[in-house]
Structure formats: C-alpha cells, structure tokens
C-alpha cells in the first residue's frame, strides 16, 4: 500500500491546483480603482447630460463605456468638507472637517488606507492640492506652523505617494505613480484637477459664445453672467481635455480594462446658487463610471447619492467591507444591476466656515455661513442657523456678474424671485421647495398646511441625522413641542 502513497499525493497536489486555478478564474482579481475630482464643477455641465454649453467628448466617452449619474450630491457645497466626505464615507461633520482649515484628524480613516492595510494596494495621491491637511501655508504662516508642530500632517504617512501641482503637473506625477507601482500590487490613485475652478483664465478657443449661452432660471440675463459663464464652460471643455489625457495613460500602460475610473465634481460652480450654497448647483455634481467588464456601457442613473458612499462603493469594488465608522452606502449593486439594490430615500448636505476668513461684523455668507440641508427625490429642506448673515457667492463676488446683479437690485430691476433670493436680510430660518415644479428653488414654500407632512418628514430626517452625526447645531424645530408639552410647549407669540 506505501508504493501507491506517492502517486496519491501527486495526483492531490494536481487535483488542488487545477481546482485553484478553476477558482482564481472565477474570482475577479481587484480592480485598480482611479478617483479623479475636478473642482468646483457642477451638474449638468457635460455634454453627455445634454449641456449644449460645454463640449466634454473624452468625459462623454467614459459615460457611454459606462455608467453617469444625474443626482450625486457632495456632502459640502466646499472643497475641503466635500472631500473628507468622500475619503472617509462619513459626513463632513461626524469627521469634525466643517472648518475650511482643518487638517484630516488622524482616527478618521480613509478608504486609500483601508485598501492597502487590507487588500495590498499601492496608494497615491497627486495634482491639485487635497485639501485635507490643514491650512495651505499661502492662507497664513501662523496656523500652518501650529498645524506642523502638533503632527497634524498626516497623508504622507497614509497613502505610498504624494504630490500636488498643477493640471498639468497631475499627469507626469500620474505617470510617475505607475512608474513606481510595484508589479504585483493593484493601485489605488486620487487625481485632483484646478479646473474649472475660480479664477478662470480658459484660452479663447475653449470658450464658447456668450451669446449662445443657455441661462437657467436662477441667473439673471445680464452681460456679465454671460461672460462668467463663458469663462467657465472654457474651464470645463479643458478639464476634458486634462481627462483625456489621463484615459490615454492609462490605456498606453495597459491598464484601461482593469480600472475602475469614477470621475466626479468636488462641489458645485463659484457662480451664485452654486458653491457655498445649500442649493442643488453647489453640491449636484457630475458623476461618471466606468468598470469593464463589470458595468454595463451607457448606463444612466438618477439614484439619488451621497458623496459618503463613494468610499464604502470603492471598497466593496475591492472586495472589502466599509470602514468601521462609514454612514455611506455602497452602491455597487446598483453599478451591477442587481435589482435587490435599495436606493436612498434623503441625501443631507453642510455648510460651516468657508476658507480661513475670521468672524466680523461686515462678513458675509461667502465667509462664513452655517446651514444644513435634508433633500428627497422631489423635495429639499434647508435650515438657515445663520440667517442675518446676507448673502454673498463663494470666490466670484468681485466678478462682473455679482456687480451687476447687485447693481441691477438696487435699481429694482431683478425680478421679485432673484430678489427675494440673493438679496433678502434676514433669510428665513426654513426653506422648502418642490423640485419638480422648481427646479431653481425660487419659491419657498415653507410652512404651506398643504405640504405640512412632506416638511416635517423632512425636518425629521434630518434632525435624525444631525443627532446620529453628533452636529454642534440647534435641532430644527419638528413641530411636536405642543403635542409633547401641553401648554409648556405652546409657542409664544
């Protein structure tokens, strides 16, 4: 019987790794994941969404091999908070990232780190600055040193490579990346863009007519918004041309049908309604996937999302669970197909502090402002804690479209909506409006007995997310002190 022994072993050890490698042909290897931000870039401003301003063929390719999605909402309408959200699958207030300035705290983990702790990735992070470790020496020496001395610098220990540059710089330091990507390991690379971010300085022959420029209904037809707008439909159309680059590396180092590419806004445009708002512009932002092999090509979703669910996605794309403190949900089933997937029902949204300016009593909301907002597929809700603070865009107050609006409501020639808009002190403390019939949330219809049920569903929400995410804000009233108090909880008149 010892004489057969042998032969058996040998012809298990065969058995094992033919079985093997039957498996490990059935299993998916990870895929290399490609996270790329343009910054300050909001919805529809693509062509593939049908926007006849911008021309965007390497982005509109992406999406036909892909998947894009119409209602991807940050967590912050500003880079920074917008950011952390999307590393670390939280809020930009259960990660303490409202202040513009503050540095990533070191316990919030981010799903770079997640992937090369768990799966062996190599990790990097290049172009434009990431914002995430503390103030840019540029906004001022004295808390940048602070920053340093109290070791708050911490991505060059979570990911492999760091650099930051320019849009042009963020495709050599790409190339760089890859060069230093050990064979063996799947990579993991956010790529950050400037453009179209304020201010814009497109070349003339990215920029489109002005005159041809469609406006929507919450900008005023004024000369100088044309031209803004104009100067960053240039911005955009360059971005494409930035993206193609960086599909053609991929291709060129053979990597285009083993990456997942996902390809999005960090926040909504400098223009008003847009950055540093709780409207849809300055948080809606374009979102575009492709995933070979996977995803099936000209996908197109109006799922609501968050930008708390990109990290918990990419992870389960690598085969990992989320992060032990992620509130974001995956949506890979979603990407798919899988119709047990179960889409959100709100989508909630902050604004803080923006930049590094201090509190005075001159500031406006482009300064500092702090709002919250709960959305649903046809409502929003926005909560105004700031409300006697006025008014003011985010980077462009300066620019010529801000002037004559301003110009043109102290004339009285904006229209009553513009006006009661941009240019009411104080703003009501609520906001409600039905984004079906209003689009450019002009009306506010908080308070209407007719939508008492659909604000107060609302309301709830979010408050219910402000407790679970610990915000530093007062609740929203939820309008069931009398019911719960009796005449102690009547309102005063």
């Known amino acids: 019987m010892n004489r057969f022994r042998p032969v058996s072993l040998v012809l298990l ?5 033919v079985f093997a490698s039957q498996l490990a042909a059935a299993t998916p290897s990870k895929p290399n ?3 790329v931000l343009s910054d300050d870039h909001s919805y529809p401003f693509l062509s593939c969404y049908g926007d006849t301003n911008v021309r965007t063929p390497a982005i509109d390719q992406l999406a036909a091999e892909g998947m894009k999605f119409h209602r991807m909402f940050t967590v912050a309408p500003q880079c920074v908070p917008s950011r952390a959200g999307y590393l670390t699958g939280r809020s930009a207030v259960a990660a303490r990232m409202t202040r513009f300035s503050s540095p990533l705290p070191r316990d919030e983990i981010t799903f770079p780190e997640i992937l090369r702790a768990q799966a062996g990735y190599f990790t990097g992070i290049c172009g434009r600055m990431y914002h995430l470790d503390g103030s840019n020496p540029a906004n001022g020496p004295t808390s940048a040193r602070l920053i340093a001395e109290h070791g708050m610098r911490t991505f060059e220990q979570r990911v492999d490579y760091v650099r930051t540059g320019s849009d042009i710089a963020a495709i050599e330091q790409m190339r760089e990346f890859l060069d230093q990507k050990p064979k ?12 179209p971010h304020h201010p814009w ?3 003339e022959s990215d ?3 002005p005159a041809k420029l469609k406006l929507p209904a919450h900008w005023p037809d004024l000369p100088g918004m044309r031209e803004q707008l104009a100067d960053y439909c240039g911005e955009v159309n360059r971005v494409d041309r930035s993206m193609k680059a960086v599909l053609d590396l991929l291709t060129e180092r053979g990597f285009a049908a083993s990456t997942l590419v996902i390809f999005a806004g960090d926040n909504g445009a400098a223009l008003p309604h847009g950055k540093g708002s709780l409207y849809d512009p300055g948080s809606n932002v374009p979102l575009v996937i492709r995933w070979p092999d996977v995803l099936k090509p000209g996908g197109d979703s109006r799922t609501l999302l968050s930008g708390e669910d990109i990290a918990p996605t990419i992870l389960a794309a690598a085969g990992l669970a989320p992060g032990p403190k992620m509130s974001g949900r995956s949506f890979v089933a979603l990407l798919r197909g899988d119709a047990s997937y179960s889409p959100r029902q709100h989508v909630f949204v902050e604004r803080g502090p923006h930049g590094t300016a201090p509190v005075t009593l001159e500031m406006r909301s482009s300064a500092n402002d702090f709002s919250r907002s709960a959305r649903s597929d046809r409502y929003k809700f926005i909560y105004n804690c700031t409300p006697w603070v006025p008014y003011s865009p985010v980077d462009s107050a300066g620019g010529a479209g801000w002037s004559e609006m301003t110009a ?18 104080p703003r009501p403390v609520y906001e409600l ?22 604000e107060l569903e609302l309301r709830t929400a979010l408050a219910e997310k402000m407790i679970v995410d610990f915000d530093y804000l007062p609740l929203p009233d939820l309008l069931d002190r009398e019911a719960a108090g009796g005449k102690a909880g009547k309102k005063k008149r």
């Open 184 to 195: 063996e390991k799947p990579f993991c690379l956010w790529l950050n863009f400037s453009d």
């Open 433 to 454: 409006y039905d984004l079906d019939a209003d689009p450019s949330e002009l009306n506010n219809l908080s308070g209407q007995p007719a939508l008492h049920t659909v």
């Open 13 to 17: 050890a065969v058995l094992t790794s």
């Open 33 to 35: 994941i490609l996270f």
């Open 207 to 209: 920029r489109p007519d």
């Open 201 to 203: 300085t497109p070349p």
């Open 408 to 425: 043109a409501n102290a004339a009285g020639k904006l229209s009553a909506a513009l006006r009661t808009t941009y240019f009411t002190t």
